[in-house]
């Protein structure tokens, strides 16, 4: 049976969009309650589920003999984002979280609004997609909720410069095989923010104010709250 094509916000796009947040929102506030022995098995369990979906993506293109170096080496801006999560939740550390959430929010949240599929629910496409963004969507959540989480102004200009680094290395490489990750030679087939941000190259120059305008709005409630609050960073 041929799978029904995708659209954005049909009824299946936006119950998987409310399950997701839902799930995020549950993981964030069990983590928040519970013990630090519950929240390194709540972590454990959500690296679990990002490990299980890598897994599988690649035994499923590697039965397909559809691996390729142009579509399956992990340098997507998502997939690092996946690959930072699964480092955090594991091996907390500040670096690879502080790139889940800044690059996570502003990357992985897009990404569920605007699909880059074209098979929509119960299509294998679909779930692998929902199951990987959604994935990492609530291990973002839960990362936010550790109290001691501290993202300051320095945060900000370290992950703007990492993003600029990650386009730079990857667009080389896009530019020198032919390749497309990260959207940084032509937009995706489907409908996308992309499409609002001028032609190629100059939705780059776009996106990088886009980029910052996001960050900026991530770091707001850290720098808005108290002085004394957990949520306040520091350099």
């Not at 690092?80 to 907390?92: D, E, F, G, N, Y």
Request: charged share 10%; aromatic share 14%; proline share 6%.
């Amino acid at each position: 049976m041929t799978p029904p094509p995708f659209r954005t916000f049909e009824a299946g796009h936006l119950i998987t969009l409310a399950a997701i947040a839902g799930a995020a929102v549950l993981v964030s506030a069990a983590a928040r309650a519970g013990t630090l022995g519950r929240r390194r098995w709540i972590g454990a369990m959500i690296a679990a589920v990002l490990v299980g979906y890598a897994a599988l993506f690649y035994v499923e293109q590697g039965i397909e003999r559809s691996l390729s170096w142009e579509y399956s080496l992990p340098l997507e801006l998502c997939n690092l984002v996946l690959v930072a999560c699964i480092v955090s939740l594991l091996w907390p550390n500040r670096l690879s979280t502080e790139i889940a959430y800044f690059w996570g929010f502003g990357g992985v949240v897009q990404a569920l609004l605007t699909p880059d599929i074209t098979q929509g629910f119960p299509s294998w496409q679909y779930f692998m997609f929902f199951w990987s963004h959604g994935a990492t969507l609530v291990a973002i959540a839960f990362l936010v909720s550790d109290r001691q989480l501290r993202i300051g102004a320095g945060s900000l200009r370290r992950m703007m410069a990492a993003l600029n680094g990650y386009a730079l290395a990857v667009g080389a490489a896009d530019a020198l095989f032919g390749w497309n990750y990260g959207y940084l030679c032509r937009k995706p087939g489907m409908p996308s923010l992309l499409d609002y941000l001028g032609p190629w190259p100059y939705y780059l120059v776009s996106l990088e104010a886009v980029a910052l305008a996001v960050f900026v709005i991530l770091y707001l409630p850290w720098r808005l709250s108290g002085p004394h609050s957990p949520m306040r960073g520091k350099r």
